[in-house]
């Protein structure tokens, strides 16, 4: 039985209509740390989501009927859980540990949902074993990035879909497979051991990186970007650094990520076509993002333990944010980051940004012989930021019929319908 709603323990009923808003609220907000209870509690991640979708259809029955509780999240965790020990009574599973929870759950009830204790500001460690397991290296990242979008953020298989331009069942079938992959590789409910820690953060992080990245810059579609989707990878960013408020990485890239979208307000114009950098009303930028961005980077610092490679693009974005206009961007200092990130982290797209940045610094002649060694080793072959960032420097030293090729080679190579319809203005000579 779920519990009880009697007049104590509920709100009296919403209007028509706001109930599934309310629902889906709760869940955004709480999904993370309800299958994480529910997956300590049953030692299974793939079951724990299944209780948790299962009463999140009991809500959308019942709190039309019986009225909203005060304590959602309670409500929600409190009829998984008797689903479990209902389904351990069928299994004949239903040893003394197990009578005690229920004996425990049973006492909650009759007590109203209030008194279970919840704190929707607490951060536990079930979340952080929730988000390791989302990214377990057994998984592809597709079904890593799908998976923590649907047990983390609680976006819906339906959200997701929208979000990545994929069919809803694609998503679907992915969080599926993930969840039988996770069970047949016996994966615990635990946070990794030590020596795994640094490289299961590096992919936790990874993920939660590409996930703004999409945001940042569709891969596909109508938008040029996906503002909800960035807020969703902020929000993680600012879970993670809630669970480890020491560890650098997680502090440079939520800095990173809040650097970067503090620029969103300018990067579109009001029919949503891109505006570029030095082309952007920085009066628009978010100076809110900007000083938590700035923050979380200063903490990363005081760590002590040195920059990482988010940290380093974080002090990137961070010369973007102080500087008052492109041209008066200190260049030479990006320049230097850039080295650094490169020795750090090299790759071929690092060094195809250091290129440009050197471009703005010195003049575009040095280092279009960069993007040149770059373009002949085909190692960005089909990136159309290439040919993109090749055009730029084609353009600025006056080869104009060179530049418009490469501005319609890149046209072709992106995926996203706007910033295409940007390329191929370009490639027809137009100044935009």
Request: hydrophobic residues 45%; charged residues 25%; contains cysteine.
């Amino acid at each position: 039985m779920p519990p009880s709603s009697d007049d104590a323990a509920v709100r009296p009923l919403p209007p028509p209509g706001t109930v599934e808003r309310t629902v889906a609220a709760v869940w955004r907000i709480e999904s993370a740390k309800i299958v994480g209870t529910l997956a300590r509690m049953v030692g299974d991640f793939g079951w724990a989501e299944d209780l948790a979708q299962e009463a999140l259809l009991d809500a959308l029955r019942q709190w039309p009927v019986e009225g909203v509780p005060r304590n959602g999240a309670a409500w929600l965790t409190a009829v998984a859980k008797r689903r479990a020990i209902d389904g351990w009574r069928r299994q004949e599973r239903l040893d003394d540990r197990i009578a005690v929870l229920a004996h425990d759950l049973e006492r909650e009830q009759a007590e109203g949902t209030d008194a279970v204790p919840w704190d929707p500001d607490a951060v536990d460690d079930d979340v952080l074993r929730l988000m390791f397991i989302a990214c377990h290296p057994v998984l592809s990242r597709e079904a890593q990035v799908a998976l923590t979008l649907r047990v983390v953020a609680g976006l819906s298989s339906e959200e997701i879909a929208r979000a990545f331009l994929v069919p809803t069942a694609t998503v679907q079938q992915r969080i599926v497979r993930a969840k039988k992959t996770l069970a047949a590789a016996g994966v615990p409910f635990e946070t990794p051991p030590r020596e795994e820690h640094t490289a299961r953060l590096g992919a936790l992080l990874g993920v939660v990186y590409l996930i703004f990245n999409e945001a940042h810059a569709a891969s596909s579609g109508p938008e040029w970007m996906r503002p909800d989707l960035a807020d969703e990878a902020i929000r993680l960013g600012r879970v993670l650094v809630g669970l480890m408020p020491r560890e650098p990485d997680a502090l440079g890239l939520l800095a990173l990520m809040e650097l970067t979208a503090a620029r969103f307000p300018a990067r579109t114009d009001a029919q949503g076509d891109p505006v570029l950098l030095g082309d952007q009303d920085r009066r628009l930028w978010d100076r809110s993002r900007i000083t938590r961005g700035r923050a979380a980077l200063a903490q990363a610092d005081a760590v002590g333990r040195g920059r990482g490679a988010y940290g380093l693009q974080a002090a990137i974005a961070e010369c973007h944010a102080l500087a008052p206009s492109i041209e008066e961007t200190d260049w030479e200092q990006i320049v230097v980051l850039y080295e650094a990130l490169g020795r750090l982290a090299p790759s071929p797209v690092v060094e195809l940004n250091r290129a440009a940045a050197v471009a703005m610094a010195t003049g575009p002649a040095s280092a279009l012989k960069v993007v040149d060694q770059l373009e002949a080793s085909g190692v960005l072959r089909g990136y159309h930021l290439l040919p993109a960032t090749r055009a730029e420097m084609l353009r600025r030293l006056g080869r104009e019929d060179e530049a418009r090729s490469e501005f319609a080679t890149a046209a072709a190579l992106t995926g996203n319908d706007r910033e295409r319809a940007l390329l191929e203005a370009k490639a027809r000579g137009e100044r935009t």
